[in-house]
């Protein structure tokens, strides 16, 4: 038994990250043989790629998945913290998953991910939801096999969480989502320690994995078809830092680019770290893809100072414009609106800076108070009602500059990577290079390619087009 603890959560040492290879042991790969899992997973693309190396732990412990809870022998969710939002819908899942589990006390029932490192939470399944047979955290992934196999001896809630560091797993199996596009980590944890964000003390310290690594497994994926590669990250832009000294995400980005991948995208950008190495290494390789996400949160000087978030609004825009410069980028945004004692003035700035940059797409947030990070001592006397008043604002303009970015792309013909069928009869959709939705008319065997189609109309959220022959 090891429980989450806030105080360790926020250290940050100077110790080596310890890099350790995978190995199903023999004696686990047939224990699921004949057994359903059920995986839900909440959050962002850091959690959809764990949880894609989770069902491939239980693929190779012979479980098979199922679509429905209730057909599932072993039920796990992989949980978010980002906002309290998530956190409501994983407990209110726990609340169904007790019912189910009430009717078959056999059903095997785990909880992993970001609120798995949370000190609160386990708290609260301690003492509420003690149905719960385990639970691990992001820094041990790989125990899972271990868990797994002893929960069907013994029932017994156990709780598995190191709150420090965290070690790197190579080798971890994958069954990936996609056939063509895939999720590679570059790098754990983050140590910007942003004032209203929990991922530094639920993903911890920040960790590049060998650049060796990397590459490998983009080669292995080239090898087996892999159009497109988003290398993830919490901030992408400081890779290298911790191993390195003079090798950067810009370097990587051009190594990766020469295994001729057709498409490379990275997630997530911290404005902090962008250096010209990287503007130079978008503008000049065609497969890092002319698309950048750079989160800007507020377009307020004292906000982004009590965000702690290390740059000016003056500073954000000067790497906008020179962002701007390369031909044909899209450039996207997180914003959050309401933060502690934000004014109508200071939310003002950040609709003067959406009307300043027009971003192509935006995702807008109500601030979340999260336990135990800095921003949750701030005194906030700003009421919901004035704050979903602001995200309605928000979104009304930001939706307003994603129809005019699509309405641009109107009888031009884009690059679109088919994906798979659309919700419409006998239409596929697929995503352009700037990481727009794309629905046109075209048959199975198109799936996987990469296709030239026209745009024929545009909406704030998708694009409809035909294929040019
Ligand atoms: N409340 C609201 N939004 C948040 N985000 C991160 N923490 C919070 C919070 N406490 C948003 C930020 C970040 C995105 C992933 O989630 O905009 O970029
Ligand atoms: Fe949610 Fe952040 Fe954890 Fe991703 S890293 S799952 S967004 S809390």
Known sequence: MQVPSYEAAKKRTKNETLIRDFKMPLKYQKIGAGKKFFLKTYGCQMN????ENIKGML????FSEVDEMEDADFILLNTCSIRENAHNKAFG???RIKHLKQSNPKIITALCGCMAQEEGVVAEILKKYKFVNFVFGTHNLDDLPKLLANSFKDQ??????KSQEGDIVENIPVSRVSKYKAYVNIIYGCDKFCTYCIVPYTRGKQRS???EDIIKEVKELVKDGYQEVTLL???????GKDLYEDYELADLLIDISKTNIPRIRFLTSHPWDFSDKLIEAIKNYPNILNFVHLPVQSGNNRILKLMGRRYTREKYKELFDKLKSIEGISITTDIIVGFPGETEEEFLDTLDLVNYCKYDSAFTFIYSKRENTPAAKLKDDVTLKEKEERLYRLNDLVNKY?????????????DVLVEGFSNKEGMLFGYTETNKLVNFKGQEELIGKILKVKITDAKSFSLDGELVE
Do not use: C, F, P, W
């Not at 959809?48 to 949880?51: A, F, K, Q």
């Not at 017994?156 to 969480?161: P, Q, R, Y």
């Not at 994603?402 to 884009?414: D, V």
């Open 48 to 51: 959809e790629h764990d949880s």
């Open 59 to 62: 693929e190779a412990m012979s």
């Open 93 to 95: 899942m726990l609340g």
């Open 156 to 161: 017994k809630l156990n709780i598995e969480v």
């Open 209 to 211: 994995r060998k650049k």
């Open 233 to 239: 990250g919490q901030n992408v832009n400081a890779y």
């Open 402 to 414: 994603s129809l005019e970015s699509n309405q641009r792309m109107l009888n031009k013909t884009y």
